[in-house]
């Protein structure tokens, strides 16, 4: 089934390298979708770490030449193409950033991600697989909504997908006030867990407890952190670390024998090395992530559905200043995830 789509729609594109100021604003015409594919009037996006860095040309995986950026975002399915069956004109849909990564161990051929190497949601309208949607909880704004794909699903795969999951009553430590962090907070405490949570502002502290830590630690006050999350437990470690700061020495030096250390990303691009003897002494397990599948997407809305658990939002952006919003995001430390809103 197709509908009438607008005879022109603008999207941003990468000129991969050049940074913000490399973003440019074009107009075209839409593409029909084709067998298994659904356009999206999207409606929000929003932006992470990820973003900066491939428009810096440093992003991990493979960018076209030229990409519409941004992996998360939210809208509305305007119009299908043939042998659809997932979703129809209507429905309220994000999309999961490895559209192939449907479900189980992530895989090369799975690899292809939105916003990198294949077209993301900076745009008026996003041509999509059908495989890759998943449905908007119903409580959530499509603002809200844009929020999950990357940080949250990370999230959620930090501290569940490593086969044994968190339990209620272990403890968890979060670094950092960024997205995955607020998302893992929140997430720890529904799933009755401690959470300790760590930062560099006094003025985030009481925003970090009132999201459901239990205790922060402030690392610029602090920058031997890991001492007091041994003192926190009584000497024992936390069970488990999502660690975005890229600070694995001092995360290893937290964690519990026999824990579980997430490594998701280093927001200031630094990699100390790391002595191995470090590792053997916990003998903890060190998985880093790629975000998660489709199905681990759809096990966190239902989660999110189930506690009615709402994202933080630090400030909403039209989309004609989405150049501002990147720079507000690169250079504000935001609380909470910054929003393109194009409807």
Same mark, same amino acid.
């Given at each position: 089934?197709? &509908?009438?789509?607008?005879?022109?729609?603008?999207?941003?594109?990468?000129?991969?390298?050049?940074?913000?100021?490399?973003?440019?604003?074009?107009? +075209?015409?839409? *593409?029909?979708?084709?067998?298994?594919?659904?356009?999206?009037?999207? +409606? &929000?996006?929003?932006?992470?770490?990820?973003?900066?860095?491939?428009? *810096?040309?440093?992003?991990?995986?493979?960018?076209?030449?030229?990409?519409?950026?941004?992996?998360?975002g939210?809208?509305?399915?305007?119009?299908?193409?043939?042998?659809?069956?997932?979703?129809?004109?209507?429905?309220?849909?994000?999309?999961?950033?490895?559209?192939?990564?449907?479900?189980?161990?992530?895989?090369?051929a799975?690899?292809?991600?939105?916003?990198?190497?294949?077209?993301?949601?900076?745009?008026?309208?996003?041509?999509?697989?059908?495989?890759?949607?998943?449905?908007? $909880?119903?409580?959530?704004?499509?603002?809200e909504? #844009?929020?999950?794909?990357? #940080?949250?699903?990370?999230?959620w795969?930090?501290?569940?997908?490593?086969?044994?999951?968190?339990?209620?009553?272990?403890?968890?430590?979060a670094?950092?006030?960024?997205?995955?962090?607020?998302?893992?907070?929140?997430? #720890?405490?529904l799933?009755?867990?401690?959470?300790?949570? =760590?930062?560099?502002?006094?003025?985030?502290?009481?925003?970090?407890?009132?999201?459901?830590?239990?205790?922060?630690?402030?690392?610029?006050?602090?920058?031997?952190?890991? =001492?007091?999350?041994?003192?926190?437990?009584?000497?024992?470690?936390?069970?488990?670390?999502?660690?975005?700061?890229?600070?694995?020495?001092?995360?290893?030096?937290?964690?519990?024998?026999?824990?579980?250390?997430?490594?998701?990303?280093?927001?200031?691009?630094?990699w100390? $090395?790391?002595? $191995? *003897?470090?590792?053997?002494?916990?003998?903890?397990?060190?998985?880093?992530?790629?975000?998660?599948?489709?199905?681990?997407?759809?096990?966190?809305?239902?989660?999110?559905?189930? +506690?009615?658990? *709402?994202?933080?939002?630090?400030?909403?952006?039209?989309?004609?200043?989405?150049?501002a919003?990147?720079?507000?995001?690169?250079?504000?430390?935001?609380?909470g995830?910054?929003?393109?809103?194009?409807?």
């Open positions: 089934m197709t &509908a009438m789509l607008p005879s022109t729609v603008r999207s941003y594109h990468v000129g991969t390298g050049g940074g913000i100021d490399g973003l440019s604003l074009r107009t +075209h015409e839409p *593409r029909t979708p084709k067998e298994g594919e659904v356009a999206v009037a999207v +409606h &929000a996006t929003s932006l992470s770490f990820r973003e900066l860095l491939v428009l *810096r040309g440093q992003y991990v995986l493979p960018v076209k030449p030229g990409v519409i950026p941004v992996s998360d939210a809208g509305e399915v305007v119009a299908v193409g043939p042998d659809v069956r997932r979703v129809r004109p209507g429905d309220r849909v994000t999309a999961a950033l490895f559209p192939r990564w449907l479900d189980g161990p992530l895989e090369a799975y690899l292809p991600q939105l916003g990198g190497s294949l077209d993301g949601m900076l745009t008026e309208l996003a041509i999509l697989p059908e495989d890759a949607l998943v449905p908007i $909880p119903d409580h959530l704004s499509y603002a909504a #844009a929020t999950l794909p990357c #940080a949250a699903v990370t999230a795969n930090a501290l569940t997908g490593d086969g044994r999951g968190l339990q209620p009553g272990q403890t968890v430590l670094t950092g006030s960024g997205g995955v962090s607020l998302f893992t907070v929140q997430f #720890a405490k799933l009755g867990a401690r959470v300790i949570a =760590t930062t560099s502002r006094a003025d985030k502290e009481q925003r970090l407890r009132d999201l459901g830590a239990d205790e922060v630690v402030n690392y610029r006050d602090i920058p031997n952190w890991h =001492t007091v999350t041994r003192e926190l437990t009584a000497g024992r470690g936390v069970d488990r670390v999502v660690d975005t700061a890229g600070t694995l020495e001092q995360s290893l030096k937290s964690v519990a024998v026999d824990g579980h250390v997430a490594l998701v990303g280093s927001v200031s691009g630094n100390p $090395p790391v002595d $191995p *003897r470090l590792l053997f002494g916990v003998a903890a397990t060190v998985r880093a992530l790629a975000v998660g599948s489709r199905a681990q997407f759809t096990a966190m809305n239902n989660v999110i559905t189930a +506690h009615q658990l *709402r994202p933080v939002l630090d400030r909403v952006f039209p989309f004609e200043e989405a150049m919003a990147y720079r507000y995001y690169e250079s504000a430390s935001p609380f995830k910054v929003i393109i809103k194009l409807r």
